[in-house]
């Protein structure tokens, strides 16, 4: 009897086919076929471990650590599922295709493309890891990668052992996709595990309409004039707002980060944990305890702590799988290269304009000699166009709350309202860039305190203003201070004037009188205040005190920069930062002026065709000058034969420019044609116009 244990023989052995012959060569051609599959899914598999650890895991994490992301474009469950499997598995499939497509030139030219694309991802690993574990970058971490691949590559194909190592790797992908999905902050958007916590009881009184306009990244000190007061010749509307209501001065946000601080306010509890700012994760806000008494019209931006069953926020046409991709593209982008980037998903949180939007009923242009671009009011930002359209009287009691990315970077519009583009990459320390910074941040801020006019107008013409109780205020504010800029803990220990202290208008329901309040105000007495000002009891504890309380008797306050990890802070109301004076030469007219030297403007076509119907401008000129034109030469910006600026010129950056400079003033540039000329100044003031390149 045969044992079964015995490999089979092959068919012509038993007796099987016509001839002996051919039956084996089928045999050996199947055996063939069964090695070559597996040898494909060996490969397949090393590709997999191997994109796993380039593309999969760093985009995965980076994502997964900002739930923000994806609460500020609106994904859903779907979409999100969506992107995760495109990220896990479509490049993984278009590398393992590629080397799938060269077995059609034979066995040899397969093994080779295999081995030259393991080579080619062990470079992009080892630029990762190179730029996060030493110093080089650039050409010379380019050039360690390329030989680490190489030396992969050879590897991989002269000894079994790395290939083995990698087809267990191919265990990473589904874990780093387990991760995320269970395991990491975006997890609760993803899988929610609550739907909104109590509502608030009616208290003695009546319901007032309530109005909440949350602003981002404003530090207070921009607003001052040198008196301490809101500087009214910048910022005439805070200036109006200020005039009729109850100004906080003394008050401070909770953290520097919009995803613990703006829960902390609508909650009234300092941050404890690092949950994502989601209704799941913070069930007891503003919008559930104000849900049963209240209508809500929430615009939220980066959360999502209204949960549906109180309110629908609009899709807006920039939100979708098209955005998710392209914004994960660049991630992955900054994530491969190989040179220090700000790996943030945070700088695609810009608001759109009402044009972008496809919102035709942006409030009409202000009769004002500055809005002389036809298209205004369409780069207005779109949520702010649905919110004032929604600001009108109702028969119930309503909620309008606003959170806008305003004036927080990216910086692009001047204060009448044009916008503009400039480079991403825009040095925010150093000599130079420091000072452009703060100015695009305070003309960004110019045109935040029109959208305060026109809300105020609004509330006026509907008849809400004097009915409302109006919140205006911000969630932290950032710091320009050299060597402490951002607003992370070396700027709070360095800066906390400048990111800790916010602007805080509270005006109640008949209010017309200016009042200052410099109690100790901390951002989690808001929700508390505003409760206790629309008659609703609160039925959870809360950290925060409202404002119809006795003041705190201590000064001390806290800030967290990290969850459950409170920081004191120290200080009272902050003085105004001095601005620095204009520069003489700041509207004069250039006249006739000898050429001696050349510079390298970027986007000079710019100025060629300045259209109006589009609402931008050319306002930021950047560029290059030769090694020749020392660091610290004075270099004077003209449009149409008028100064609009003068900049100082500064060592070269990453991005090849040594000179940048914000043109605030509108009114230089004309509809068509515009000339520019850069002036280099000597130290007695001669001008000397250097020949423009792009």
């Keep these: 009897m045969a044992d079964p244990a015995a490999p089979s023989a092959p068919p012509a052995a038993r007796g099987a086919g016509t001839g002996p012959g051919r039956p084996r060569r089928r045999w050996l051609a199947g055996v063939r076929v069964g090695r070559g599959w597996r040898a494909e899914g060996a490969r397949l598999l090393e590709i997999a471990a191997l994109v796993g650890l380039v593309v999969t895991q760093p985009l995965l994490d980076v994502l997964g650590r900002s739930p923000d992301f994806f609460l500020f474009h609106r994904a ?162 805070f200036a109006e707002l200020a005039a009729g209501s109850t100004w906080y001065r003394n008050a401070t946000g909770v953290s520097g980060w919009t995803p613990y601080a703006l829960p902390a306010m609508l909650t009234g509890r300092f941050p404890a944990t690092g949950g994502a700012p989601h209704y799941s994760q913070h069930p007891d806000n503003l919008f559930t305890a104000f849900g049963g008494l209240y209508d809500i019209r929430a615009e939220e931006s980066i959360t999502r702590l209204c949960p549906p069953s109180r309110c629908d926020t609009p899709v807006a046409p920039e939100q979708g799988m098209g955005v998710l991709v392209r914004k994960s593209g660049q991630l992955l982008a900054r994530l491969a290269a190989p040179v220090d980037s700000r790996v943030a998903p945070e700088d695609s949180y810009r608001e759109r304009t009402a044009a972008e939007a496809g919102i035709d009923a942006a409030e009409p242009v202000p009769d004002d000699p500055k809005f002389r671009w036809d298209k205004l009011n369409a780069n207005q930002p779109a949520r702010f166009t649905r919110f004032l359209a929604g600001l009108k009287p109702a028969a119930r009691p309503t909620l309008h709350f606003l959170h806008l990315l305003m004036p927080h970077s990216p910086w692009a519009y001047l204060p009448s309202g044009a916008r503009y583009e400039a480079p991403e990459d825009f040095p925010n320390e150093g000599d130079g860039w420091i000072e452009l910074a703060r100015q695009r941040h ?201 100064v609009g600026t003068v900049v100082p010129v500064v060592p070269r950056d990453a991005g090849g420019r040594r000179f940048a400079a914000l043109i605030v ?21 001669t001008l000397t116009r250097l020949a423009l390149s792009s």
Excluded: C
Excluded at 101 to 123: D, I, K, P, Y
């Design 665 to 685: 003033d509108d009114r230089l540039y004309q509809v068509g044609v515009n000339h520019l000329d850069l002036l280099l100044v000597a130290a007695d003031g």
């Design 76 to 237: 859903g469950r779907g979409e999100i599922l969506l992107l995760v499997a495109l990220v896990a598995l479509v490049p993984t499939l278009a590398v393992g295709l590629l080397g799938a497509v060269s077995l059609l030139a034979g066995s040899r030219v397969r093994a080779v493309t295999h081995t030259l694309l393991v080579g080619l991802l062990l470079a992009a690993l080892a630029v990762q890891v190179g730029r996060h574990a030493t110093w080089l970058r650039g050409v010379p971490l380019l050039l360690v990668a390329l030989v680490a691949g190489v030396a992969g590559a050879a590897a991989h194909r002269r000894w079994p052992a790395p290939g083995r190592v990698l087809r267990v790797a191919a265990v990473g992908p589904p874990v780093f996709v387990g991760l995320f999905l269970f395991a990491s902050p975006t997890s609760v958007v993803v899988l929610p595990r609550g739907a909104g916590g109590a509502a608030g009881a009616a208290g003695g009184g009546i319901h007032p309409p309530v109005v909440m306009l949350i602003l981002d990244e404003l530090p207070l000190v921009s607003l001052l004039g040198p008196d301490g007061r809101v500087d009214a010749a910048r910022f005439p509307h």
């Design 442 to 642: 305070l003309a960004q801020l110019g045109y935040t305190d029109r959208l305060i006019g026109e809300t105020l107008r609004r509330l006026r013409a509907t008849g809400l203003y004097d009915q409302a109780l109006l919140v205006v205020t911000a969630d932290h504010g950032v710091s320009f201070t050299k060597g402490a800029q951002g607003r992370g803990m070396g700027a709070i220990q360095a800066a906390a004037d400048e990111v800790a202290w916010v602007p805080l208008f509270v005006k109640s329901p008949g209010q017309r009188a200016a009042r200052v309040d410099d109690r100790n105000w901390q951002h989690v007495d808001l929700l508390p205040t505003v409760a206790d000002e629309a008659a609703i009891r609160l039925p959870w504890p809360v950290d925060g005190r409202s404002a119809r309380q006795e003041p705190r008797p201590d000064a001390g306050r806290v800030f967290y920069d990290l969850p459950a990890q409170a920081t004191p802070i120290v200080g009272g109301v902050p003085a105004a930062l001095p601005l620095p004076a204009p520069h003489p030469l700041v509207g004069t007219a250039v006249g006739n002026r000898p050429t001696g030297g050349t510079a390298t403007v970027g986007d000079l076509a710019a100025f060629r065709n300045v259209d109006p119907d589009i609402g931008e401008l050319p306002a930021v000129v950047w560029g290059d000058l030769p090694d020749t034109v020392p660091n610290g030469t004075m270099l004077a910006v003209a449009v149409n034969g008028r």
